[in-house]
């Protein structure tokens, strides 16, 4: 379990002439979440006063969260806007143990599918039943990026499709494309108490999913699939694309979620020159947005 440091950004907005600064703190917000995903800050929480952002603490040996946010802030481009910045340590936690205790609650997608833990009753019925034990933070189907990418897979004609599942997490998306008919799935994570806990769940779900402790290198070894999953944040997806692109088949489809629609044309300066296109756009009120990327010509 990652240990992290939260970081509180609050934009202070200082009045000119009479006049509040343009931008407004949901503007300030996306910005400052650009600045920060380029100094390794992998989540945000965005709210009408600020937003949080969490890094993870390997990250901090040297300098501390604090000194690092500054850093990133320090030629943000909207006049009369400072930070008031403070973080906190987050030892990792047993996550399953968390939500029990907080009411963590079962969650239906498009009444087509349901994810819910062995401790729920009273389990709405859907067509795809998921049931989901985390030991760590991240991939519920909670949080808008993954169900959003539920719901492009939902979407997709998987029956005998090939389809690799990166930084799979609790293993989530990955067993809902083996649900959905995929012949051969393979899920790869980096973390290796994430890694164990998907291997749990694809056994918890009696599915043949084969899963990887590893990171975009293990692509290499694989057979070209016709679809590729990233829900991973907007730096790790342009840092490992061109690995990415190698393991899917021409013909082959990718769908990314992770961040905000103001990174989409960062991702596109990325992914543009590569042969990708937009085929499909989904953006939650928060403005976290999941893709469905094609290369133009096949």
């Not at 979440?33 to 901090?60: H, K, N, Q, V």
């Not at 389809?163 to 990955?174: E, Y």
């Not at 999913?209 to 790790?236: K, S």
């Not at 103001?262 to 009120?285: H, N, R, T």
Request: net charge negative; proline share 5%.
């Amino acid at each position: 379990m990652n240990d992290y440091y939260s970081v509180r950004i609050s934009p202070i907005i200082s009045v000119n002439n009479g006049h509040e600064a343009v931008a407004s703190v949901e503007d300030i917000n996306d910005l400052a979440a650009s600045f920060l995903a380029d100094a390794g800050f992998e989540s945000f929480e965005p709210d009408d006063a600020g937003l949080t952002a969490y890094i993870p603490a390997r990250l901090c040996s040297e300098k501390n969260a604090e000194e690092i946010s500054r850093e990133a802030l320090a030629f943000f481009p909207v006049e009369d806007v400072a930070f008031s910045i403070a973080s906190e340590f987050i030892k990792g936690v047993d996550w399953n143990e968390e939500w029990e205790k907080n009411y963590f609650k079962p969650i239906l997608i498009d009444n087509l599918c349901v994810v819910h833990s062995t401790f729920h009753h009273d389990v709405p019925e859907a067509q795809y039943d998921i049931v989901i034990d985390p030991k760590m933070a991240f991939g519920t189907g909670h949080h808008d990026t993954t169900s959003q990418m539920m719901r492009l897979i939902l979407s997709l004609p998987l029956e005998n499709k090939t389809v690799i599942d990166m930084g799979t997490g609790t293993g989530i998306l990955a067993i809902l494309a083996k649900m959905r008919g995929a012949t051969k799935v393979t899920g790869i994570e980096i973390d290796e108490p994430a890694y164990l806990n998907a291997v749990d769940h694809t056994e918890l779900n009696k599915t043949d999913v084969d899963m990887i402790h590893g990171d975009a290198t293990a692509l290499t070894d694989l057979e070209p699939a016709d679809y590729l999953l990233a829900n991973i944040n907007r730096n790790i997806i342009m840092q490992d694309f061109e690995r990415y692109a190698d393991a899917l088949k021409p013909t082959g489809e990718m769908l990314l979620s992770g961040f905000y629609d103001s990174d989409v044309e960062v991702l596109k300066e990325k992914f543009g020159p590569l042969g990708f296109s937009v085929a499909e756009s989904l953006v939650s009120p928060s403005r976290w947005t999941a893709l469905r990327i094609t290369r133009k010509n096949p």
